[in-house]
């Protein structure tokens, strides 16, 4: 089972969802998000940071690594909590939740109409999305 949750950034002026892998972590580990318009209050460190396209996001590493020792071998950094998505966007990136559910909300009257057509859209609408993110760099959008 894995959770979602939306977490507004520091600011408050955006909010991203995350999703929480195995339900493993719960979001107190992530000590600050930082969007790209107040990604400037965070002091980078390296350690127990991770950048993605102008948002930040700051872990709890210590509480992160108490939480998944019994399941986790691997040494837990901000890269593998997020690459393995331990606390992590739901999808590729902040928005990406919203964006699917607008996806389906736009295209869904074509269900009645035409079911073929409709994953047909909804399959190349979403792989055009994901090619845009990934030329913009977005980290897990690299690997898709
Ligand atoms: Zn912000």
Redesign the pocket.
């Known amino acids: 089972m894995c959770r979602n949750e939306r977490l507004f ?6 909010s991203a969802s995350l999703l929480f892998r195995d339900n493993l972590l719960y979001p107190e580990i992530l000590v600050n998000l ?2 790209p ?2 990604r400037d209050q965070a002091v980078w460190n390296g350690a127990t940071m991770l950048r993605d396209c102008g948002w930040i996001l700051e872990y709890d590493l210590e509480g992160a690594q108490a939480l998944l020792q019994q399941s986790v071998k691997a040494a837990v950094t901000p890269e593998f909590l997020f690459d393995e998505g331990y606390l992590s966007w739901q999808g590729f990136s902040p928005g990406d939740l919203d964006l699917n559910t607008a996806l389906h909300r736009r295209l869904a009257p074509l269900i009645e109409k035409d079911m073929p057509l409709y994953l047909q859209s909804l399959k190349t609408e979403w792989l055009k999305h994901v090619a845009e993110l990934k030329a913009a760099g977005w980290r897990k959008a690299q690997a898709a």
């Open positions: 950034c520091r600011c408050g002026r955006n930082y969007c318009l107040c």
